[in-house]
């Protein structure tokens, strides 16, 4: 998988409440760590969040903004049925301009189920 873009951009829409997603964040980076070294992780992974857009530039976020706030009930109860781990890669490329153009990519390594069997 492939995303292109040169400014951190996005429209997120952040978990909440997120302590359930936290602790399970905080217990796979806890095994993670028991298997590799600790550079293995080497982004903190921020607050739970789903993105609903990138940008390679400034853009008006307007229009999608409110097109969620018509959204009712204006919340959803999220179930995470699986854990994905990938292999995320930050790679900059110079631009004409003398800006950089970053490109994420990543390869599934495992999809673990969770909960009971």
Do not use: F
Not at 54 to 77: N, T, V
Not at 84 to 94: F, K
Not at 100 to 116: D, H
């Amino acid at each position: 998988m492939r995303l292109t873009h040169c400014q951190p951009h996005r429209s997120p829409l952040d978990t909440y409440p997120d302590q359930g997603l936290t602790a399970l964040q905080n217990l796979s980076r806890a095994a993670l760590w028991e298997v590799h070294d600790s550079p293995a992780i080497a982004h903190e992974g921020g607050r739970g969040h789903a993105a609903l857009g990138y940008a390679y530039d400034s853009a008006d976020s307007d229009p999608l903004q409110s097109a969620l706030r018509r959204i009712s009930p204006s919340h959803a109860r999220l179930t995470v049925s699986h854990l994905h781990l990938l292999d995320v890669r930050w790679t900059a490329h110079p631009v004409p301009d003398g800006g950089v153009r970053w490109e994420m990519t990543w390869e599934p390594l495992a999809a673990l189920p969770l909960g009971k069997p």
